[in-house]
C-alpha cells in the first residue's frame, strides 16, 4: 500500500496516461496432456512482442497462499489492501449498477438458481438465462414482492445472465450474515444466520424475503430460487484521485467491477456490453482522464468452466484488440490480472498473476514471452498488488525524488 510520505512525492503530469488493462482470472496452470499452460498454448503475437519490452514479473494479490475473490483483488489493484477494508461483494455490485446505496443500506449478490422442492441446489446458475431473460425475472420479483419485505425497502437490481443484486433498506440491517449458497449443487440452501446479535433482525428480514421470493419464482422451470452471497453495506475509503493525484475512469462490462471502481472513487464510464464497446468507449473519453481501468471478463469464465480451449480462445481475442489500446500511446501499459483461475482447478487461486509494465521506462528482457513461467526472469520479481500502482506512478515519471 503506497504510504504517506511516498503520496507526497506525487507530480501532476496529465499528458502521461496511464492504462491497466485487467484480464480477470489470467493466470493458468499446465494442461495434464502438454504440461503447457493457458498462455503458454495462446499465440499471443501482440503480448509477446510487449513483453520483451516491459518491466514484467508475478503479482501476489493478498498474501502467499490465500486465494481472492473478485472484489477483494481488484481492491489490491488499485492499491487498497484488502485485509483493511471491510465490504462485501453485495455492496459492490449495488455500486456497479448505478444504485445510489445509502450508508445502513444492506446489499447482497444474488444468483438465480434452480431449486428442488425440497431445498436442493441443482443448478447454481439456471442454465444462464440471457440478461434479457435476467431482466424479465428481476421484473418479476419486483412485482410480485412489492417494494417492502418487514419495515425493509427492497430493490431488486438486474445483472448479466444469472447474476442480480438485492438491497434491503430500513432500521437495524447489520450485514453480519452468512451466504445461503452451499458453493456446490447437489447440497441443500444454508439458512442465513446472524454472526453477531447485532444482526438478528437483518437475518429475520432476509429469510422472509427469501420465502417470498421462492413463492414468486415458484412457475419458473429453471430460476427457482436463488443464492445469496456477499452481504454487506458501504465501507469508507480514501478516493483513488487523493491517494495517486490521478482523475481514473473505469471501464467494465460486468457490475461488480464498476462497483470496486466506483467505490473507490473512480468515474464509471458507462455500462458497456461487451469488450468491443469496452475499448470503443476508451478511444472516445481517452482525452478526459489520467488513469484508465479497463477489465475482460472471458478469460475467468472460461477457467470456471474448466474449459482449456476456451480461456486460450480468449487470450487471444484480447491479443488481436491490443494494437488498439496501444494505438493511443499511453505513457504507461499495464497487463496483469486480478488473480488466477486455471482451468484444471475451475476455481479462483492462489498463484501469483502474470504482470507486465510497459512505459519508455521499462527494463525489458529480449525474448521473453507472455507466460508464468517466462515472467520468472522478469525485472520486478514477485511483488504484491497494492504496489503495481507506484510502480506504475514512477514508470509515468509521477513520483518525485525522495530526499536530497
Not at 238 to 259: D, S
Request: glycine share 10%; charged share 25%; proline share 7%.
Amino acid at each position: 500500500m503506497i504510504h504517506e510520505k511516498t503520496r507526497s512525492l506525487i507530480l501532476g503530469n496529465p499528458e502521461k496516461k496511464i492504462i491497466l488493462l485487467v484480464l480477470d482470472g489470467l493466470g493458468g496452470l499446465p494442461h495434464p496432456n502438454t504440461r503447457r499452460t493457458e498462455l503458454e498454448t495462446a499465440r499471443l503475437p501482440n503480448l509477446d512482442r510487449l513483453t520483451e519490452t516491459s518491466s514484467g514479473g508475478r503479482m501476489l494479490v493478498v498474501e502467499p497462499g490465500v486465494t481472492p475473490g473478485s472484489g477483494p483483488a481488484h481492491l489490491s489493484l488499485f492499491g487498497y489492501h484488502p485485509y483493511e477494508v471491510e465490504f462485501g461483494r453485495g455492496a459492490l455490485e449495488a455500486l456497479g449498477s448505478d444504485f445510489e446505496l445509502l450508508r445502513g443500506d444492506l446489499a447482497a449478490r444474488a444468483n438465480f438458481a434452480t431449486i428442488s422442492p425440497d431445498g436442493v441446489v441443482l443448478d447454481r446458475r439456471a442454465g444462464r438465462p440471457s440478461d434479457d431473460e435476467n431482466r424479465r425475472l428481476c421484473a418479476k420479483l419486483s412485482e410480485g414482492l412489492g417494494d417492502r419485505v418487514g419495515d425493509a425497502e427492497v430493490f431488486v437490481l438486474p445483472g448479466k445472465e444469472h447474476r442480480f443484486t438485492v438491497v434491503f433498506r430500513g432500521p437495524g440491517l447489520d450485514a453480519a450474515l452468512n451466504d445461503n449458497d452451499p458453493q456446490r449443487e447437489g447440497r441443500e440452501l444454508l439458512e442465513i444466520l446472524p454472526q453477531r446479535p447485532e444482526a438478528n433482525h437483518a437475518a429475520d428480514i432476509v429469510a422472509k424475503f427469501l420465502a417470498r421470493a421462492a413463492e414468486v419464482l415458484s412457475d419458473e422451470p429453471r430460476a427457482s430460487g436463488m443464492l445469496l452471497r456477499g452481504f454487506s453495506g458501504l465501507p469508507e475509503v480514501m478516493p483513488f484521485t487523493e491517494r495517486y493525484g490521478l482523475a481514473a475512469g473505469a471501464i467494465a462490462a460486468y457490475p461488480m467491477y464498476r462497483g470496486v471502481a466506483a467505490l473507490v472513487g473512480m468515474t464509471v464510464l458507462g455500462a458497456p456490453k461487451n469488450f468491443e464497446e469496452e475499448l470503443a468507449l476508451l478511444e472516445r473519453r481517452y482525452s478526459e482522464f489520467d488513469f484508465f481501468f479497463v477489465h475482460y471478463k472471458g478469460t475467468d469464465t472460461a477457467g470456471h468452466s474448466g474449459d482449456f480451449g476456451e480461456k486460450v480462445r480468449h487470450l487471444e481475442i484480447v491479443d488481436s484488440l491490443l494494437p488498439r489500446i496501444e494505438a493511443l500511446k499511453p505513457e504507461v501499459l499495464i497487463v496483469t490480472g486480478d488473480h488466477s483461475t486455471p482451468c484444471i482447478h475451475k476455481e479462483h487461486s492462489w498463484h501469483p498473476v502474470p504482470t507486465i509494465i510497459r512505459s519508455p521506462l521499462s527494463l525489458g528482457l529480449p525474448g521473453a514471452t507472455f507466460n508464468e513461467r517466462s515472467l520468472f526472469q522478469g525485472d520486478l520479481g514477485t511483488f504484491h498488488a497494492t504496489d503495481l500502482l507506484p510502480l506504475a506512478l514512477a514508470h509515468s515519471s509521477r513520483l518525485s525524488k525522495f530526499g536530497a
